[in-house]
């Protein structure tokens, strides 16, 4: 089938006017992103550019379209989101990483000046590695140990691992908080404590989930939002261990939801952990909460 020479425009003009007719005010950019998906990963197109484009290549982002249309994100869609400093793959049993997640990584690097360190970090609930790959990035003589519940997310975890050059220094933990023991048996698997403990358990309270935009309950996985009645399950499990698997003068970094803050607060000093600080997200919500350990 002979290639068309087409002006980007062109193309997906009409895409456009789709998919703004159903209120999607990024059009253009995702039509752009999912039509460079098309041609040539990584690419950067402008639309008054001139492409070679084949049947088939128009029928496949045609379908993305499609997909765009239902709903779907481009994150999805693309099976990658931007995140700190990387691309990160993402599947359907990862969280798509969002920007207010990178409040924690920004106060982690506020609290641990010193790059050059070597800090033990646990990324408790690791999705996608978001977290813990962007802090081995940052902190190149430091080593993290990824706990999900989710063994297909821990695949992509090791995938980005890999792209990134961070597999050696990662360390991949199949585990649930949910285990009466679960800290016991990592102390005995691993023989470490840890400086830093990340997480950013699911946190969204059951009943919450169904009002929340169609684009993240419909394609984010259940299991990374649900946090329970009130939205606080996953601290209730972890926060009695983090002493036990800790070293002296180690910090935990939680995101944690709106109006969260005080009951995670006292929570962790039921269980020895000393409140430090909070940092807001790009909204201005408590999103960050400090724990020292005592
Ligand atoms: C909100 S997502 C966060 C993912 C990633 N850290 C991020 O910030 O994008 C929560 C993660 O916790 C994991 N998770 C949920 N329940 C768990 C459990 N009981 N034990 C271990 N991990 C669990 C989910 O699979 C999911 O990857």
């Excluded at 409040?103 to 646990?122: H, P, R």
């Amino acid at each position: 089938m002979a290639n068309k020479n087409i002006d980007v425009y062109t193309l997906i003009k009409p895409e456009i006017n789709k998919l703004k007719k159903i209120g999607i005010e990024s059009a253009s950019l995702d039509c752009r992103l999912l039509l460079s998906d098309t041609l040539i990963k990584n690419t950067k197109l402008f639309n008054h550019q001139n492409i070679n484009i084949s049947e088939n290549e128009i029928k496949i982002f045609k379908n993305l379209i499609k997909e765009r249309l239902a709903g779907k994100p481009i994150s999805r869609i693309l099976k990658k989101k931007n995140f700190w400093k990387k691309e990160f793959k993402i599947n359907e049993e990862t969280l798509d990483p969002r920007p207010d997640s990178e409040t924690l990584i920004e106060t982690v690097l506020e609290f641990y000046k010193d790059k050059l360190q070597s800090l033990k970090i646990l990324d408790l609930g690791s999705g996608s590695g978001c977290l813990g790959l962007s802090l081995l990035e940052e902190y190149k003589n430091s080593e993290a140990y990824f706990f999900d519940t989710s063994k297909k997310s821990l695949d992509v975890v090791k995938s980005n691992a890999t792209d990134f050059g961070l597999y050696k220094r990662s360390r991949f933990v199949h585990a649930d908080w949910k285990c009466e023991e679960w800290d016991i048996t990592l102390k005995k698997n691993y023989k470490t404590k840890f400086d830093i403990i990340i997480s950013n358990p699911p946190y969204i309270p059951t009943d919450e989930i169904d009002k929340l935009q169609k684009e993240v309950k419909k394609f984010d996985p259940f299991v990374a939002l649900n946090g329970g009645k009130d939205g606080l399950d996953a601290y209730r499990f972890i926060i009695p261990k983090l002493k036990n698997i800790m070293k002296k003068n180690g910090k935990v970094f939680f995101e944690i939801g709106q109006g969260q803050e005080n009951l995670i607060a006292s929570k962790g000093i039921n269980y020895g952990l000393l409140p430090i600080g909070y940092r807001k997200d790009l909204s201005g919500v408590n999103r960050v909460l400090v724990f020292n350990i005592k």
